[in-house]
């Protein structure tokens, strides 16, 4: 079977033995980036290798481009390799529970044009509720091979955000928090505020109680109040530096509505001119 944006711990227990599956730990936390390696390495589903946000899922030495730049398509493409991943195999990434770092993986992948690529629904979390078996050991480096360039059109730059903004073409939705969005506490990034015209849609709204995604009808009719009569191809999202914008592309492709794209830089890009306008509030 083939999993294109979630699946549930329940099939994932019933598809390790798949030679053509592939899990990824992608477990994080931004105020200590060593965490979700650690808790790793205390346990993890069987199998699965460790991606790195800052190390594998982002290349910090590209300044100016946000608090997590993309890597460039190879040195994505070498981590693929390295966890056994070729375009045939199916990938499951999962995180702590929310699945924001996991959708990283899965729209980088996506980017590659991989479409058997899902985020594990509830994440470590639901796995272990589940009654997962866990494991400590590393799986050997893999001998994979992957060679694809990431869709440029998929990627939505600045200059694209400003020349939107001038026109008032198309939708933002920015999947920060709503006190950040507001400006009224900004602890991460060097300003607080959003870009004029954005309109909140915090990434938990997309769960429920349980940590899960809401069903895709419900989260259809939460983002067609949102987007009205914008076509869903016509939306951006964004978030701090682009992870948690994901997790909105994510949850909009499992209700069906299919083609939004993402401001890699985002938030964190955009104010790293000072000149780039800013709002606060609602």
């Not at 390495?41 to 300044?63: C, M, Q």
């Not at 009654?131 to 480096?141: I, K, M």
């Not at 994901?246 to 890699?264: F, P, V």
Request: aromatic share 8%.
């Amino acid at each position: 079977m083939t999993w294109q944006t979630l699946i549930d711990a329940t099939a994932l227990r019933n598809q390790l033995a798949d030679p053509l599956l592939v899990v990824v730990d992608c477990r994080f936390e931004l105020s200590d980036p060593g965490s979700g390696e650690r808790a790793y390495l205390a346990g993890h589903v069987p199998g699965a290798h460790y991606a790195h946000l800052d190390r594998d899922l982002s290349d910090l030495s590209r300044v100016g481009r946000g608090r997590h730049p993309l890597p460039d398509s190879d040195a994505f493409c070498a981590c693929l390799q390295r966890w056994g991943i070729t375009p045939a195999h199916q990938v499951v990434a999962y995180d702590a529970d929310s699945g924001m770092f996991a959708a990283r993986l899965w729209w980088m992948l996506r980017l590659l044009g991989h479409r058997r690529i899902a985020v594990l629904d509830g994440g470590f979390a639901a796995w272990q509720a589940q009654g997962g078996e866990l494991e400590r050991t590393v799986p050997r480096a893999g001998k994979g091979q992957y060679k694809a360039r990431f869709d440029s059109r998929s990627i939505v730059t600045t200059a694209v955000i400003a020349a939107r903004m001038a026109n008032g073409n198309g939708l933002l939705l920015d999947a920060r928090a709503a006190a950040r969005f507001r400006g009224d506490v900004e602890p991460l990034d060097a300003r607080a505020g959003h870009i004029p015209g954005a309109i909140n849609r915090p990434f938990a709204d997309n769960l429920g109680a349980d940590g899960c995604f809401l069903p895709a009808p419900t989260l259809a009719s939460q983002f067609h109040a949102l987007i009205n009569t914008c076509p869903a191809q016509e939306v951006v999202h964004m978030c701090g530096s682009g992870v948690t914008a994901c997790h909105n592309l994510l949850a909009m492709e499992h209700a069906g509505l299919t083609g939004s794209r993402i401001y890699a830089g985002s938030w964190s890009e955009w104010i790293s001119v000072p000149s780039r306008p800013v709002a606060v509030g609602e």
